[in-house]
């Protein structure tokens, strides 16, 4: 029901933005998130947003660099990355959630990911 598209290849200090869309349904009063999964590594939190776009919060890797914001309207979530590194790359999965924020538990709904990788 949700669908990432945005990833790509990109070189280290450049930026990407994720969009992330419900195909069906509507997600907008739910919290949003984004989280990544790195080669050999767990799914990580990145970025969550309240159903708002009110409130945030970020990992601690993603603040300063990364912006999650939503558009009800178009059912979208988004994900900003600007100065990227090589350690960004991931497969980026967005997600929803009724009481969801930084858990990976916490989200019901999840995309299939989109694959973002960061050249040196």
């Known amino acids: 029901q949700l669908v990432e598209s945005g990833g790509g290849l990109v070189q280290a200090g450049g930026s990407l933005r994720l969009s992330c869309t419900a195909s069906s349904g509507t997600f907008n009063h739910y919290v949003m998130g984004w989280f990544r999964q790195a080669p050999g590594k767990e799914r990580e939190f990145v970025a969550a947003?309240?159903?708002?776009?009110?409130?945030?919060s970020y990992a601690d890797s993603a603040k300063g660099r990364f912006t999650i914001s939503r558009d009800n309207a178009k059912n979208t979530v988004y994900l900003q990355m600007i100065r990227l590194a090589p350690e960004d790359t991931a497969v980026y999965y967005c997600?929803?959630?009724?009481?969801?924020?930084?858990?990976?538990?916490?989200?019901?709904?999840w995309g299939q990911g989109t694959q973002v990788t960061v050249s040196s």
């Open positions: 947003l309240n159903w708002l776009g009110s409130i945030t």
């Open positions: 997600a929803a959630g009724q009481s969801g924020w930084t858990q990976r538990y916490e989200y019901a709904y």
